[in-house]
T-cell receptor, first 115, second 112 residues
Framework: DVKVTQSSRYLVKRTGEKVFLECVQD?????MFWYRQDPGLGLRLIYF???????EKGDIPEGYSVSREKKERFSLILESASTNQTSMYLC??????????????FGDGTRLSIL | GDSVTQMEGPVTLSEEAFLTINCTYT??????LFWYVQYPGEGLQLLLK?????DKGSNKGFEATYRKETTSFHLEKGSVQVSDSAVYFC???????????FGDGTTLTVKP
């Protein structure tokens, strides 16, 4: 079974701090994703990556950056945390697949509170 | 671009009731369709999938049929249990890059 592990289930940080959210997958997947989930807004894609050192902006990249130095690890960085970044953050991974499109495999999420 | 529209919630049912959560999509080409489930405090997990027209995905008593003519992928279960209480997301995958488009989610509460 694919395992996607997010480093923290709960995190509390202060406004202005630089925050790192880590995600590791164990299935050699090329594609990794960061979402945030807020009540009434569903899942919104922040950034994704097709390969090591590659990244693409999603729908809401402002205030975030990412790092993919190794294939199994995809980090989300809040450069200067603000209270409106309080949210549930979900990491996911998938393989490109051949023919049929592949589902995504999700971590358990990090609930981040910015005070 | 691609989009997914699913039935607004929340949905509240009594145990053993029949469940339908509607999902329709807009996409070019031949997407795969997915239903994910999110239990409280957890991430999303794949519930079922269908990769081509008329395919039926099924798992844990849930079923959904890929209907290309109506661009729909409605989720059904004949008899829900309290343990089915969760948020359900309909999604489509339309590129080899693995990027998916998600619906907004439907919260299901099943009462004993």
């Amino acid at each position: 079974d694919v395992k996607v592990t997010q480093s923290s289930r709960y995190l509390v940080k202060r406004t202005g701090e630089k925050v790192f959210l880590e995600c590791v997958q164990d299935m050699d997947h090329e594609n990794m994703f960061w979402y945030r989930q807020d009540p009434g807004l569903g899942l919104r894609l922040i950034y994704f990556s097709y390969d090591v050192k590659m990244k693409e902006k999603g729908d809401i990249p402002e205030g975030y950056s990412v790092s993919r130095e190794k294939k199994e690890r995809f980090s989300l960085i809040l450069e200067s945390a603000s209270t409106n970044q309080t949210s549930m953050y979900l990491c996911a991974s998938t393989s490109p697949g051949t023919g049929a499109r592949q589902p995504q495999h999700f971590g358990d999420g990090t609930r981040l509170s910015i005070l | 671009g691609d989009s997914v529209t699913q039935m607004e919630g929340p949905v509240t049912l009594s145990e053993e009731a029949f469940l339908t959560i509607n999902c329709t999509y807009t996409a070019t080409g031949y997407p795969s369709l997915f239903w994910y489930v999110q239990y409280p405090g957890e991430g999303l997990q794949l519930l079922l999938k269908a990769t081509k027209a008329d395919d039926k995905g099924s798992n844990k008593g849930f079923e959904a049929t890929y209907r290309k003519e109506t661009t729909s992928f409605h989720l059904e279960k004949g008899s829900v249990q309290v343990s089915d209480s969760a948020v359900y997301f309909c999604a489509l995958g339309n590129t080899n890059a693995g990027k998916s488009t998600f619906g907004d989610g439907t919260t299901l509460t099943v009462k004993p």
